[in-house]
């Protein structure tokens, strides 16, 4: 079960990236980085603070905890194979919305599996599978290549992959 809401793991990579430049944040960098009031920051940097993401003392300076990093990393690693994954294989266009929706939507046992088969996709040696060649050409024309199309009408139960989508 995941700790952290979605509200927070935004106020958690705000904090990231601000600590990533800067090796420290406040509350009004934090305001700033996200273009939220200050009332909202300080609350959720409280909570970060109280679960152990950060290290903060009121009006002090923030800094990311061992834990907080790991997250931190471990989320925004998740949203590159799934916007990957998304422009390259799907090739939809507003991808990056698109993963952030999805992290969100999905229960987290299923994107856990999804993100391990894309994780495993990305970094397989083999060559891009044939059938994701002719998926992304049936993606972009509408309709299979003839070859595709001539494997199906023929029902071929052992297709040897010359020439063809890999069926």
């Known amino acids: 079960m995941n700790e952290l809401t979605q509200s927070?793991?935004?106020?958690?990579?705000a904090v990231y990236e601000i600590v990533?430049?800067?090796?420290?944040?406040?509350?009004?960098?934090?305001?700033n980085y996200l273009k939220i009031g200050a009332p909202a920051v300080s609350a959720a940097i409280k909570t970060l603070a109280a679960?152990?993401?950060?290290?903060?003392?009121?009006y002090g300076i923030i800094t990311i905890s061992a834990k907080g990093r790991k997250k931190a990393e471990e989320k925004i690693k998740r949203h590159k194979i799934i916007s990957n994954f998304l422009e390259k294989v799907l090739l939809v266009e507003n991808f990056d919305k698109s993963a952030h929706d999805i992290e969100y939507s999905m229960p987290e046992d299923?994107?856990?599996?999804?993100?391990?088969?894309?994780?495993?996709?990305?970094?397989?040696?083999?060559?891009?599978?044939?059938?994701?060649?002719?998926?992304?050409?049936?993606m972009q024309n509408g309709?299979?290549?003839?070859?595709?199309?001539?494997?199906?009408?023929?029902k071929k139960p052992a297709c040897n992959n010359n020439g063809c989508c890999g069926c």
């Open 110 to 138: 299923v994107l856990d599996k999804f993100i391990t088969f894309l994780n495993f996709m990305e970094n397989c040696t083999c060559k891009e599978p044939k059938w994701l060649k002719s998926c992304k050409y049936y």
């Open 8 to 13: 927070l793991e935004k106020y958690l990579l």
């Open 20 to 31: 990533k430049t800067n090796k420290a944040a406040r509350v009004k960098d934090v305001c």
């Open 143 to 154: 309709s299979p290549k003839d070859i595709c199309t001539e494997c199906a009408k023929n």
């Open 51 to 58: 679960k152990k993401y950060i290290n903060y003392v009121p």
